[in-house]
């Protein structure tokens, strides 16, 4: 079934240690997001890619990299986790259909928590 | 770049009246609104959403009404239910942008 999945779902780590968020998708979508989110808070842009070797900033960027080799794995690098960034981290996907904006779909998330 | 605005941010209702949530855009360029619901300890999941050439569109009970001439959107609840407690989100067109979200609450 397509769909979109993050891994790990659930992080407890120290300060200072680099940390590699995964996101894989199979629903063949060249968009896709990391959002930072609070529970039930708001939705916050990190990184963007419209396709493969493409990565744009949000938001959020200055203390996260990502990186787009394959149409279907956006993985969101921290280099050095702090308590600041004890949150959700939320992936999504979307097509890019001729210039017209499309769904984006969620993954379940992954549950940071930085000690 | 343009943001969208969105209210209010708590909404408590009786179950069985309707709710209203409103979304301001700015950028006249815009030609997709989509509405989003995230229940909690879910995902967010798209629920309706509306092409500028068109000013209305129900499914069920739920209805998104576009407004160009004013640049908001709404998101419409008809009938509502205790499931429908969660939070909403609208998005700006390109997607890079939500609105603040609003909680949505059903009093039975």
């Known amino acids: 079934e397509a769909d979109i999945y993050q891994t790990p779902r659930y992080l407890v780590i120290g300060t200072g240690k680099k940390i590699t968020l995964e996101c894989s998708q199979t629903?063949?979508?060249?968009?896709m997001y990391w959002y930072q989110q609070d529970p039930g808070m708001e939705l916050h842009l990190i990184h963007y890619?419209?396709?493969?070797?493409?990565?744009e900033k949000g938001d959020l960027s200055s203390e996260s990299t990502v990186s787009r080799i394959r149409t279907e794995h956006f993985p969101l690098t921290l280099e050095s986790a702090r308590p600041s960034h004890t949150s959700q981290y939320l992936c999504?996907?979307?097509?890019?259909?001729?210039?017209?904006?499309?769904?984006?779909?969620f993954g379940p998330g992954t549950r940071l928590l930085v000690l | 770049g343009e943001n969208v605005e969105q209210h209010p941010s708590t909404l408590s209702v009786q179950e069985g009246d309707s709710a209203v949530i409103k979304c301001t855009y700015s950028?006249?360029?815009?030609?997709?609104f989509p509405w989003y619901k995230q229940e909690l300890g879910k995902r967010p999941q798209l629920i309706i959403d509306?092409?500028?050439?068109?000013g209305e569109k129900k499914d069920q009970r739920i209805a998104v009404t576009l407004n160009k001439t004013a640049k908001h959107f709404s998101l419409h609840i008809t009938e509502t239910q205790p499931e429908d407690s969660a939070v909403y989100f609208c998005?700006?067109?390109?997607?890079?942008?939500f609105g603040k979200g609003t909680h949505l609450i059903i009093q039975p």
């Open positions: 890619s419209y396709g493969v070797n493409s990565t």
């Open positions: 950028d006249s360029a815009s030609n997709y």
């Open positions: 998005a700006r067109t390109d997607g890079l942008t």
């Open positions: 999504a996907s979307s097509e890019a259909a001729g210039g017209y904006q499309e769904t984006q779909y």
């Open positions: 629903m063949g979508h060249d968009k």
């Open positions: 509306i092409r500028s050439n068109v």
